[in-house]
């Protein structure tokens, strides 16, 4: 026998080996790198850069933050996170949906709480740690195989929940109108149309915006290879510029008033927790969740989708666990919460990257660009941006995918409604939530109702189905057919349907065939006990037949086996009617009787060639065939 410790320390080491098997897969790719690779990282990096810097001053303007700490997040993030990816084009950095939370979050917890010394940005990198710790511990101990369990449905209905509620929080932009207060979608068209009903709108910032919208629809058709989000703010900033030297007062905000890029490195500041910052957690802890599993989502969306392109195998908890490093890093250097961005992947992805070193020189050319040519960002209009992030918003909706997931079934249209109508108007931590949640429900509701279906045999000997209103050959046996889930959610209702069969106070013996049953547990388990205790207190028997090795392990470790019988549990055969003939006799001694007048068809040229060592017989119907009568 071996040494019990050694045992436990070998499977501690192996568990160990497999749960912390994390590594830096750009290292593999240096070891085959050549001067080709490098063209094509460098030219994808900086290409990757013209995206990200509009991005990133739009992300601000979501956030209400200064534009150095979303940079931060852009370089530190982007850098980090590529030291981590499998995916060669997958791209981490401050993205809308979670500059969308993170906004909503702070306004939320500063407004509970008015005595707070914590500032926006010091809670905005208190929520990068605390994402970051819990994808890279989801990634470290494989959680991130929970993203399997949620529906498309969620991800079309948040994803076009995001696109809607981006764009109504842009409107008060386009109208000179201050933030409408609460952040939701109907707070933000209401601010809005009551603003304008009151005659506060400035109609000079919705000229700018629509302005820059045929900017960049010109630019769409013309050059469509070019940025046109980075073409199209140059040239509305060039405008702002001249309006700015024109005039003593511009009619319209500017990048400049919301805070302008700071020209400087991202600076390691560290982790300092305090007092305030701990007593705030709890508040945080519940958005934190949310915006991790969102996450995971958009990691797992946007790698898979990129990997059916370029062919390249990824690993999730390797993407997962980047993500949590990212996050990690970001709140060491003073930058906001990021995820995966699908914009930036894309674009890497489209640029011709060919390993995750494309990402990191975009990280330098970010920091090149923000270093000597930071001023003239800061003349772009607002509503130029504005109008900017409405297109990134409106991209986000994806009608054919809408139209799958709408028309499916009943159930992905109940998830898509709810979860889009909890984005809109609730929280969007508790809109993921609800959707989840939502699904899951619904899909439990579908696999906890197994098929029990009454059999009888016909006077050929073959097992078929009872019809409503048709006589059992034997009115004393009743034989049940159980296909299905028999997990926790099916077990009330598997043991309520063969009360209601067995009711019949003609029957003497129930036969459950289990052929089909799948997944017992504990809940499943018990109602079967209860079941053989009810049938047992009305003098009748409980007997299991064709039950699959899972279903017998089960049956065995739980002790349900000892409390049923031996005797009344028969496992599957090869013939698939061999181990009901089997009950049918034991059922015939119960009832103390020799022939219940039933007879049991089965394949005697099958039974020759097991006996021969050759257990599967031809299935062209040519074998001779007997029966047994019971």
Not at 194 to 222: C, D, M, N, Y
Not at 333 to 355: D, E, I, K, L, W
Not at 542 to 561: H, K
Request: with cysteine.
């Amino acid at each position: 026998m071996p040494d019990a410790p050694d045992t436990l320390l070998e499977a501690t080491q192996a568990y160990g080996a497999k749960v912390f098997k994390l590594r830096l897969p750009f290292v593999g790719e240096l070891r085959k790198y050549s001067l080709a690779k490098f063209k094509r990282d460098l030219i994808a990096g900086a290409t990757l850069t013209l995206v990200s810097i509009p991005q990133a001053i739009g992300f601000a303007l979501i956030l209400g933050l200064p534009p150095g700490p979303v940079i931060t997040s852009v370089v530190i993030g982007g850098f980090v996170g590529s030291l981590f990816f499998t995916s060669r084009y997958h791209v981490f950095g401050p993205t809308s949906s979670i500059s969308l939370i993170t906004a909503a979050t702070i306004t939320t917890v500063i407004a509970a709480n008015p005595g707070l010394e914590l500032s926006a940005i010091q809670l905005a990198v208190l929520m990068a740690f605390m994402i970051g710790v819990i994808q890279f511990l989801a990634g470290l101990f494989q959680f991130g195989e929970v993203t399997r369990f949620i529906s498309l449905a969620v991800v079309v209905a948040y994803g076009t929940g995001i696109g809607l509620l981006l764009m109504s929080s842009q409107l008060h932009h386009l109208f000179g109108l201050p933030s409408a207060r609460g952040g939701t979608f109907g707070a933000n068209i209401w601010g809005v149309a009551k603003g304008i009903a009151q005659g506060h709108a400035s109609w000079i910032p919705l000229a700018v915006g629509l302005a820059t919208w045929l900017v960049f629809e010109i630019l769409s058709r013309l050059k469509p290879k070019w940025p046109e989000a980075l073409f199209g703010l140059v040239i509305m900033g060039f405008a702002g510029w001249i309006f700015s030297r024109a005039m003593s007062i511009v009619p319209f905000a500017l990048i400049s008033g919301e805070g302008a890029l700071a020209a400087q490195l991202p600076a390691f500041a560290g982790l300092h927790i305090s007092a305030a910052e701990v007593s705030v957690m709890p508040s945080l802890f519940g958005t934190c969740v949310a915006i991790a599993i969102l996450g995971m989502l958009e990691a797992t969306s946007i790698t898979k989708n990129l990997a059916a392109k370029s062919g390249q195998s990824v690993e999730p908890r390797q993407e997962l666990a980047g993500m949590g490093a990212a996050n990690i890093a970001c709140a060491l250097f003073s930058g906001v919460p990021g995820s995966s961005s699908f914009a930036r992947s894309a674009t890497n992805y489209q640029s011709g990257a060919a390993t995750q070193l494309a990402s990191m020189f975009s990280s330098v050319i970010v920091i090149v660009i923000v270093l000597f040519i930071t001023p003239a960002f800061g003349y772009i209009p607002v509503a130029a941006l504005a109008a900017h992030l409405i297109r990134v918003g409106l991209k986000m909706i994806n009608p054919s995918q809408i139209r799958i997931a709408f028309r499916s079934t009943r159930a992905d249209a109940i998830v898509f409604a709810l979860t889009l109508l909890s984005c809109l108007f609730l929280q969007l931590d508790t809109a993921i939530y609800i959707g989840i949640g939502v699904s899951l429900a619904l899909f439990l509701r579908k696999a906890s109702a197994p098929s029990l279906v009454e059999y009888t045999f016909t006077e050929e000997g073959a097992l078929t189905q009872l019809e409503e209103g048709e006589k059992r050959r034997n009115d004393a046996i009743s034989i049940v057919h159980v296909e299905g889930e028999l997990f926790f959610g099916a077990a009330d209702l598997f043991q309520e349907q063969v009360r209601l069969m067995s009711a019949d106070s003609n029957i003497r013996v129930v036969i459950l065939r289990m052929k089909n049953a799948r997944h017992l547990d504990a809940t499943s388990v018990m109602s079967l006990l209860q079941l053989h205790e009810y049938l047992q207190k009305t003098h009748r028997h409980l007997i299991v037949s064709g039950i699959n090795p899972d279903v017998e392990d089960v049956l065995v470790s739980s002790g349900a086996i000892k409390e049923i019988g031996r005797e009344n549990v028969f496992p599957a055969e090869a013939n698939l009617t061999a181990s009901t003939k089997k009950a049918l006799l034991r059922a015939s001694h119960l009832l103390q009787t020799t022939s219940p007048d039933l007879r049991l068809f089965y394949d005697k040229r099958r039974e020759q060639l097991k006996a021969a060592g050759t257990p599967n017989a031809p299935a062209n119907g040519s074998s001779p065939t007997s029966d047994y009568s019971i």
